[in-house]
């Protein structure tokens, strides 16, 4: 299985390139990709450096193009398509059938993977992807469980990659309306859940602090506790007179346990999420999953978690606790 690790600046892909990542996955900046924030991704100068920096390593570099582009952002999409090819990307990772279309008849030979805003849940669903677009491989959506990650890997015929660590999203990726509805900005277009200029904190007595997302309170924290990043999702609300994550909590995935079972299932690749955090995050969390997998691979009836590497992710976790989110569903 290929390690796919996040590069949300020249310092991070070099960090997940030194640390052992088969391959990187970035954007340029702008709204042509999902994690358009302000200070992150790549002008043509960093994104050529960084990949040839990637290939004196022998890591492969991905280039995100993962929003729905409007009429307004057509243009500029496929300029940044063109851009991404002429640069020699390694693949695209695309959720948009019109841009999808574009690359597929424009520049045929480039490798096409189908992001995870594609929101493909089901054979089909991946096939026809597979049928019209020619794409390779599909990041699948974090709604899974494992036996059906393995029921449909046996029904497809391209490549799967999955999320091995970082943030969760419970919800239909790629589809989510919860942003457009607090801010008025969509993330599958202007490519981010919580707009900065959207986040306010304010700082209370004695230490605790408030989470708003364009004036709407999204979570109250005592001192010292952990605090997310304010997205909508993960925000804790009263229902039926309780305050708890009625939606999501803030909990990293961790499918370390799971790498043997991934394994056998068949997928491809493991992708770290993550291109909104620091290098010293990448750094850790490529070095700590390259042991791993390199451990699952050298013997895997054997494989068990080292306790350190699970400390070490931790460390770096939001909400610093991790979960096996809908993988793990002992029912099926």
């Known amino acids: 299985m290929e390690l796919i690790c996040p590069a949300g600046t020249l310092p991070a892909l070099k960090a997940a390139v030194d640390n052992g990542a088969d391959a990187v996955y970035l954007g340029f900046r702008g709204a042509s990709n999902a994690r358009n924030f302000p200070g992150l991704n790549f002008s043509e100068v960093e994104a050529r450096e960084g990949l040839a920096y990637a ?4 890591a492969k570099v991905l280039v995100a193009l993962n929003t729905n582009p409007g009429p307004a952002q057509w243009d500029g999409a496929c300029r940044a398509a063109d851009q991404a090819v002429a640069l020699g990307a390694d693949a695209l990772i695309m959720a948009d059938i019109g841009l999808l279309g574009y690359i597929a008849e424009r520049h045929p030979q480039q490798r096409r993977h189908l992001s995870v805003q594609g929101s493909a849940t089901n054979y089909e669903a991946i096939n026809f992807y597979a049928r019209e677009f020619g794409v390779s491989r599909v990041v699948l959506p974090r709604v899974l469980s494992l036996a059906q990650v393995t ?15 970082g943030s969760l999203c419970i919800m239909v990726e790629g589809r989510c309306q919860l942003s457009s509805y607090v801010t008025g900005e969509s993330p599958n277009v202007s490519g ?3 707009p900065a200029k959207s986040v306010r904190w304010e700082e209370l007595p004695g230490g605790a602090r408030r989470s708003r997302l364009n004036g709407v309170l999204i979570d109250e924290y005592a001192p010292a506790e952990p605090a997310s990043y304010p997205t909508l999702c993960k925000g804790r609300f009263e229902v039926g007179g309780h305050t708890f994550y009625a939606l999501e909590e803030p909990t990293s995935l961790n499918t370390v346990a799971l790498l043997p079972d991934l394994q056998r299932a068949g997928v491809a690749a493991i992708k770290v999420e993550g291109r909104q955090r620091s290098p010293a995050y990448v750094a850790q969390v490529t070095r700590v999953l390259r042991a791993a997998l390199d451990a699952c691979k050298r013997d895997p009836e054997h494989f068990a978690p080292n306790p350190e590497w699970l400390t070490a992710l931790d460390k770096v976790a939001e909400g610093s606790c991790h979960t096996l989110g809908a993988y793990h569903r002992p029912w099926q």
């Open 55 to 58: 290939r004196r390593a022998g």
């Open 151 to 165: 029921a449909l890997i046996r029904r497809v015929s391209v490549e799967i990659e999955v999320f091995g660590f």
């Open 192 to 194: 981010v859940c919580s």
